[in-house]
C-alpha cells in the first residue's frame, strides 16, 4: 500500500502562516504537521509516499528531506497549485493510485496513531474515513445506510441542520484498491475534470460514484479516536490543546475560561450550573423567536432593570443588571473602593472581587484553620479589631461551599451596620440550599433597613444559563445603584438576554422542580464521593463539592490525569489562597449519568 499525501494548497485562511510557507509546515505544539504524519506512515508497513505539492514546494521538499523517514518519498508538482483544487492535484498522482492500494490524507490533518492504524488493518478495501457529525465541523458531510455504504455526499444547499444527528463528516482520509481506482474513481475523475474543470474537490467524484452499488464505498467511524482539521488560526488554537502533552494541556483548557462547546466529548466539572435548569419548554421558546432577537436591537438598562425589578420583587431604584456579575462587580468595586480602603476577605474565595484591588488594601481571614467551616462569630472575632470598610461574604462560599444560616448573616449585617462597615453579600450559589426555606437577603424590607448591604446574585449559576451572561446587584443606597447604572453601557445586555428576562417568571414551578431535582442529585453525589478512598469530602449547599485529595496523588496529578485520560475537566484548587499548597479539588453537581462517569473514573484512579 501507498499513501498520497495532498499538500499543493496556499492555505489562505491561516492568513500569516501561511504567507511564506504551505499550510503542512504550519506547527501544532512545536511539531509541523508533516512531520507529525510522515512519522505516523513511517511507523507502518507502507511501500511508498506520494506528497502532491504546490505552494513552495522547494521549502517543503528541502524540509522533509532533513527528516529520517526510512519508507520512500516521491513528490509530484502541481504546478497550478493557484487555479486548481484538490481534484486536479490528485488526478496529477492517477499513476499511483491505479498501481497499488493507496491512503489518501489531506496534509492539514492531524490525528492520533490509532486512526491511521485502524484504517490500514480493516479488511475491506475501499473506506472512507468519518466521525458523527458536530458544530466545529466544515466541509464535506454524508449519509449512510444500515450496511455502512455512503447514502449521499450533501451539498451546503442540501444540508439542514435539524437533520445533524444522522451526519457524518467525512475526515478527508481515505483508502482505494488499486481495483477500484481504475475501474470507477480514475475514469469518473477524468471525465468530471473534462466537464467541470479542475478548481472542484476530489470528494464530488464520490459523490456520483457513490449513486453506484457496484463501486463498494464503505464508510469506517472514527471510534472517539481525536482528530482536528486545520483551516484557520481558531482550528490551529483548538489542536493544540486536543494534542498538547499532558502537563501543558490542562492550562491550555483552563486559560479558556469556557467556550468549551469547542470539545464535544469533555465534560466540564469546573464551571458551575444548572444541570436541571432551564426546561426545554424555555429553551424552545428561545428558539421560536431567535430570528426576531438576532436582528434586533436589545433594549437599554431602564427596561431591562423593570424586568429584573419585577422578578425579584425589588424597587427599580434599587437594583440594576449586569452583563454576568463579573461585570457588576467590576463597576461596584470601583465605586466602593478608593485607594485608603481596607476590604476584609474570608479565603478561600471567589477571586474577581480581591482581585479587583491592591494585596495592601485586603485583609485576610484564614478559614482554613477552622476547617472551611466559618460562621459570624469566627468572622466577628477576627475582623472586630481589624480597621475595614468593606466585608465580602460569599453565600454559600466558593470554593467551599459553607453556608452560613439566614439569623446567622443576619447578625453580621448589624455587625457591619454598627461599625459603620459596607457589607458586599453574593448570593450566587443561595437557590441551591436545601437546609432552610428562607435564605435570601433579596428582600426590599431587608434592604431597607440594612443601607449598608449590598446584594449581588449571579443569573448563570441556579437558572443554568451562563451564556447569556446576566447577574443583579440590589441596595437601598440609591447613589450606588445610579453610579452602576450610568457606569455600564446602554446596551449591556443583548437580545436573548432581555428575552429570557421578560419569559422567565412564567417558568417559576420549572425552576422549583429543577432544583428539586438537583438537590437529590447533590446528595447522591456527595454520598458516592465518601465512599471513595482517599477523598475528605466537606458539606456543601452550593452545587460544587469541595474534596481533599490524600494519599499518593496530588491533586494536580488528578485533575491532569482525568482531563487526559477521561476527558473530565475538573477545578484544581491546591494553588489558589487559603489552601496552603494542599490538594484540593472543587467538583461540580452535574446529570446523576456525568457524575457516576466521574465518580468510576475517581475510583480507578484515586483506588488502584
Not at 91 to 101: M, N, R, V
Not at 238 to 257: M, T
Amino acid at each position: 500500500m501507498d499513501a498520497i499525501i495532498l499538500a499543493a494548497g496556499m492555505g489562505k485562511r491561516l492568513k500569516d502562516l501561511t504567507k511564506d510557507k504551505t499550510k503542512c509546515m504550519v506547527t501544532v505544539n512545536g511539531m509541523t504537521l508533516i512531520e507529525r504524519m510522515l512519522n505516523q506512515l513511517d511507523s507502518l508497513d507502507i511501500n511508498k509516499i506520494i506528497i502532491v505539492v504546490g505552494y513552495y514546494s522547494d521549502k517543503l521538499i528541502q524540509f522533509v528531506d532533513t527528516l529520517k523517514i526510512n519508507t520512500p518519498i516521491e513528490f509530484v508538482f502541481n504546478n497550478i497549485y493557484d487555479k486548481t483544487n484538490n481534484i486536479y492535484s490528485l488526478f496529477l498522482a492517477k499513476h499511483h493510485l491505479e498501481t497499488s492500494d493507496c491512503l489518501i490524507l489531506e496534509s492539514d490533518l492531524i490525528f492520533e496513531d490509532v486512526i491511521i492504524e485502524d484504517l490500514i488493518n480493516d479488511s475491506r478495501p475501499n473506506l472512507a474515513l468519518v466521525d458523527k457529525f458536530e458544530s466545529w465541523m466544515d466541509g464535506t458531510v454524508v449519509t449512510i445506510d444500515e450496511n455502512n455504504n455512503i447514502r449521499d455526499f450533501l451539498s451546503k444547499d442540501q444540508f439542514s441542520f435539524e437533520d445533524i444527528q444522522n451526519y457524518y463528516k467525512t475526515m478527508n482520509i481515505y483508502k482505494f484498491s488499486k481495483d477500484f481506482s481504475k475501474d470507477f474513481y480514475i475514469p469518473f475523475l477524468e471525465a468530471y475534470l473534462k466537464s467541470l474543470g479542475f478548481n472542484e474537490y476530489y470528494e464530488q467524484v464520490l459523490k456520483v460514484i457513490s449513486n453506484f452499488k457496484e463501486s463498494h464505498i464503505e464508510v469506517k467511524k472514527n471510534d472517539g479516536a481525536k482528530w482536528y482539521e486545520i483551516d484557520d488560526v481558531q482550528d490551529l488554537n483548538i489542536a493544540e490543546s486536543i494534542f498538547a502533552p499532558s502537563d501543558e494541556k490542562l492550562d491550555k483548557f483552563s486559560s479558556r475560561y469556557g467556550g468549551y462547546w469547542r470539545y464535544p466529548h469533555l465534560i466540564d466539572f469546573c464551571y458551575l450550573v444548572n444541570p436541571f435548569y432551564p426546561p426545554q419548554t424555555l429553551i424552545s421558546e428561545l428558539k421560536s423567536n431567535f430570528e426576531n432577537l438576532l436582528m434586533n436591537y436589545p433594549s437599554g438598562m431602564d427596561v431591562n432593570t423593570l424586568l429584573v425589578s419585577k422578578y425579584f420583587n425589588i424597587s427599580q431604584d434599587n437594583i440594576c443588571v449586569g452583563n454576568g456579575a463579573s461585570e457588576i462587580i467590576k463597576s461596584l468595586m470601583e465605586h466602593v473602593f478608593d485607594d485608603d480602603s481596607k476590604i476584609g476577605v474570608i479565603v478561600p474565595t471567589f477571586e474577581e472581587y480581591p482581585n479587583r484591588v491592591q494585596p495592601k488594601n485586603l485583609v485576610v481571614y484564614d478559614s482554613s484553620t477552622v476547617d472551611f467551616q466559618y460562621n459570624s462569630d469566627n468572622i466577628i472575632s477576627f475582623f472586630e479589631n481589624q480597621d475595614i470598610d468593606i466585608l465580602l461574604l460569599i453565600n454559600p462560599d466558593n470554593p467551599s461551599g459553607n453556608y452560613m444560616f439566614k439569623n446567622d448573616v443576619l447578625k453580621l449585617v448589624n455587625w457591619t451596620k454598627n461599625n459603620n462597615i459596607k457589607l458586599v453579600l453574593d448570593e450566587s450559589f443561595i437557590d441551591f440550599v436545601d437546609v432552610e426555606p428562607d435564605y435570601s437577603f433579596l428582600n426590599q424590607k431587608l434592604l431597607n433597613d440594612y443601607d449598608n448591604l449590598i446584594v449581588v446574585k449571579s443569573i448563570s449559576k441556579s437558572f443554568g444559563v451562563p451564556g447569556l451572561r446576566l447577574g443583579i446587584l440590589a441596595s437601598s443606597d440609591v447613589e450606588l445603584i445610579k453610579f452602576i447604572k450610568n457606569d455600564l453601557s446602554i446596551w449591556n445586555i443583548n437580545s436573548f438576554a432581555e428575552f429570557y428576562l421578560q419569559i422567565f417568571e412564567k417558568y417559576k414551578f420549572d425552576f422549583d422542580v429543577g432544583l428539586n431535582m438537583f438537590k437529590q442529585a447533590r446528595k447522591k453525589f456527595v454520598n458516592d464521593l465518601s465512599e471513595i478512598k482517599c477523598l475528605k469530602v466537606y458539606p456543601s449547599q452550593a452545587n460544587y463539592i469541595l474534596c481533599e485529595v490524600l494519599g499518593g496523588m496530588s491533586s494536580h496529578e488528578l485533575t491532569i490525569k482525568l482531563l487526559e485520560d477521561y476527558e473530565l475537566l475538573i477545578k484544581d484548587l491546591s494553588s489558589k489562597q487559603g489552601f496552603n499548597g494542599k490538594s484540593f479539588i472543587r467538583l461540580a453537581v452535574r446529570s446523576e449519568e456525568d457524575n457516576d462517569k466521574l465518580i468510576k473514573s475517581l475510583k480507578e484512579l484515586l483506588e488502584n
